[in-house]
């Protein structure tokens, strides 16, 4: 697939004094961000994995962050979903692509983009993907935040079974440029040891070494999936619409 033509920028969201787009830099605040005293423990790739700021208007508004700039890391992700798998680490890293494409000189706006998946909200593992881009982009369906005054309103901005090509688009409400999005996380495949190990883990039969090799070779997917593999091209393919 030929490299996607970067869309215009709208106006009215372009802050260059704030441009903070996603990167590979940002870390992990110490502890993956927990409260003092919270017991969590996560791989240290998780700090090696690509983050994300984004100005949200209405936690400007309500004074919840200071410019309404806020960074998340695949942490985020995780403590949302629960665990850490190729599934959330992809479509972390797929949301990450788009709005990085979508935003090439200024900061994601989030509540102002539009998520759309081709698959319905049951079907296979989209209904976990979705709620990591509805993490990171504040897209919700009808039950979503209404608004304060007619602003903020993040509703319908998400949508399953939509009519698209690729697997998500993202769509910008403020200029209307899109990207659809295309994971191929085969190409990353788990070491040929896993599987044996998974059957045995699923089944309780799994020793404690077992399981302890099982959960590492699990995690160095993922790990290969979000450090290694977070500028592939082939891995999260970006067509703009």
């Known amino acids: 697939m030929s490299a996607p033509t970067r869309p215009p920028e709208g106006g009215a969201s372009q802050l260059p004094e704030r441009a903070q787009p996603a990167n590979r830099t940002h870390p992990v605040p110490e502890g993956g961000g927990r409260e003092k005293g919270t017991p969590v ?11 994300l700021t984004l100005r949200d208007p209405l936690a400007e508004f309500l004074g919840a962050a200071r410019g309404g700039l806020i960074t998340y890391t695949y942490a985020d992700a995780v403590k949302l979903a629960g665990h850490s798998c190729p599934t959330v680490a992809g479509a972390y890293l ?29 079907q296979g593992v989209t209904g976990v993907m979705a ?3 509805r993490l990171l982009t504040g897209a919700t369906g009808e039950e979503g935040f209404k608004g304060i005054g007619g602003r903020f309103d993040r509703r319908y901005l998400l949508e399953f079974g939509a009519a698209i090509e690729g697997e998500i688009r993202f769509t910008r409400t403020d200029t209307s440029a899109g990207v659809e999005v295309r994971l191929n996380l085969g190409l990353v495949p788990a070491d040929p040891a896993m599987l044996p190990l998974l059957q045995r883990a699923a089944q309780q039969l799994a020793s404690p070494e077992e399981a302890a090799e099982f959960a590492r070779l699990w995690q160095d997917r993922v790990r290969r999936i979000l450090v290694e593999h977070a500028e592939d091209e082939q891995l999260i393919m970006l067509e703009a619409v």
């Open 94 to 122: 797929a949301t990450c692509r788009a709005l990085r494409f979508l935003y090439p000189q200024s900061t994601p706006e989030r509540g102002r983009i539009r998520v759309e998946f081709h698959e319905t909200g049951t």
């Open 131 to 133: 709620s990591v881009a």
């Open 41 to 51: 423990s996560f791989p240290a790739f998780f700090a090696d994995s690509p983050t």
